[in-house]
């Protein structure tokens, strides 16, 4: 028996909820049809959560799962573009035609699907993007240096989340790309990094768990460190990652959304109206992390 | 006199490959390691790291290069660390680091021979910081003459700094910027 997983039509960093409620139990008691025939257009946050889904039913032990790629024309094509279906092939049975277009780096992609396994990876992705994705970000979105720097900083922290409090490997994903529905079509950068790992509840439940008694559970153990910057580590210089990328994005208007087991807590910039704290989602493996920087305001 | 420290090239020892990013705690901590070695052996009172070939440098790097060697460098002889070759992001990331301990270290920023004080400075010292910086060393009268300030208040600003170590206290009762100075 299988069990179909319908992937939306627009996956991104909130419709993930919606794949994650097409999972039924946890581990899955069949193997996984991961259907996104009808997908029409996903955000590096989908991406990387699909590459998460595979990580963690592989990491179970569970039956390889398929991935049924979008049928709409140039669709799977830009999969490809962007390295998705070189990291989904060794995880997915792979249903469609699968494009053997090259992963590339164009005015749109600031860092393609990579995978992330420790710090020497940490060091590959800074590396490339301080050479390359300083003009897209200072092109594509008229970002000053200084915003650049911090964007480089920002990817540097989410990816090592993985490397330091994960227990697995995980991705990462950063493009550019037109966000129609707010910012009056202003472009933004938006990075993207998920991990199949144990979630903010697991890793901080020995350190912070009893503080809170009834209360504790994923919601509260993301604001432990998102808007707290408590780690699990007792060492006082730990949980500068998310109280910096916090603080850059406060300076730029950006966004940060993290979401882990059944819960997303968000800090919101006056342009957007995502809820700051949703409980009771659908339950996804590990934690996913969605970085959003506007680009300047275009001038009158 | 000072030594001069180039962290690119520490950074290149500690991973042994050409990058130029300080980001990830095990390389700021490989980084201080080494760091720490050359403070060792230096007979220099003051030490300067040069950032001027550094590329990024994240939160959790700065917090294991900057923030803990000021913590670590305390019982070693050497009198005062500095930085030098500070990019304004390079800034941001160290006062980020250094807010958390409550510590606060002298920097010149690439885009400005004048050095500051990156961290935790109340704005006293700030003050007191910036009227010292023209005159190099100087006792505190002339100070509180140049800020108006009462010659107790001046006085309990630079001693503020000194104990931070971002100002030498000589015993004639002046005070001395050093090295970046």
């Known amino acids: ?203 901080l439940d020995a350190t912070q768990g009893k503080r809170f008694g009834d209360r504790w559970g994923d919601a509260q153990a993301i604001e432990t460190a998102l808007i707290h910057g408590i780690s699990r580590f007792r060492d006082p210089g730990r949980g500068q990652g998310l109280t910096g990328i916090k603080r850059y994005l406060a300076r730029w208007e950006g966004k940060i959304s993290i979401r882990s087991g059944t819960a997303r807590v968000a800090i919101v910039p006056g342009w957007d109206d995502e809820p700051p704290r949703s409980e009771g989602l659908p339950w996804f493996p590990g934690a996913q992390v969605t970085i959003v920087i506007p680009g300047k305001e275009p001038s009158a | 006199m000072s030594t001069i420290i180039r962290l690119d090239l520490l950074l290149r020892e500690a991973v042994a490959t050409p990058y130029r990013d300080l980001v990830t705690r095990p390389t700021g901590a490989a980084v201080r390691q080494r760091v720490l070695t050359v403070l060792r052996n230096t007979g220099e009172p003051d030490a300067q790291l040069d950032f001027s070939e550094v590329g990024l440098l994240d939160f959790s790097c700065a917090d294991e290069i900057i923030a803990k060697l000021l913590v670590e460098t305390l019982g070693l002889p050497v009198q005062r660390v500095m930085l030098r070759g500070v990019s304004e992001n390079h800034a941001d990331a160290i006062e980020h680091a250094l807010a958390r301990y409550d510590l606060v270290i002298v920097a010149v920023l690439t885009q400005s021979p004048e050095p500051r004080l990156l961290g935790a400075a109340p704005d006293d010292w700030r003050a007191a910081f910036r009227a010292l910086t023209p005159l190099g060393r100087a006792p505190a009268p002339p100070i509180a003459d140049a800020l108006s300030w009462p010659l107790p208040r001046t006085v309990a600003a630079l001693e503020g700094l000194a104990r931070r170590r971002c100002v030498v206290a000589h015993p004639d009762a002046t005070f001395e910027l050093g090295a970046v100075a």
């Open chain 1, 1 to 203: 028996m299988t069990r179909v997983v319908p992937v939306p039509q627009h996956l991104d960093h909130l419709s993930v909820d919606q794949l994650a409620a097409g999972l039924g139990p946890w581990p899955p008691e069949q193997r996984l049809l991961v259907d996104a025939h009808a997908t029409e257009w996903a955000s590096p946050a989908g991406f990387v959560a699909l590459i998460t889904l595979g990580q963690a039913l592989a990491e179970l032990g569970a039956p390889k799962p398929e991935l049924t790629l979008p049928a709409v024309e140039g669709v799977a094509s830009y999969w490809a573009k962007v390295g998705v279906l070189r990291h989904a092939e060794p995880l997915f049975q792979l249903h469609g035609k699968v494009p053997r277009r090259r992963v590339s780096e164009t005015s749109d992609i600031v860092v393609p699907l990579t995978i992330i396994r420790n710090a020497t990876d940490v060091h590959e992705i800074v590396g490339r993007l301080t050479e390359q994705a300083t003009q897209i970000l200072a092109h594509e979105l008229g970002l000053e240096s200084s915003v650049v720097g911090g964007f480089g900083q920002s990817l540097s922290e989410a990816c090592q989340n993985i490397v330091e409090h994960a227990g697995t490997a995980g991705s990462v994903a950063a493009h550019v790309y037109v966000y129609r529905k707010r910012l009056s079509g202003r472009k933004v950068a938006v990075i993207a990094v998920s991990d199949a790992g144990i979630g903010f509840h697991r890793s």
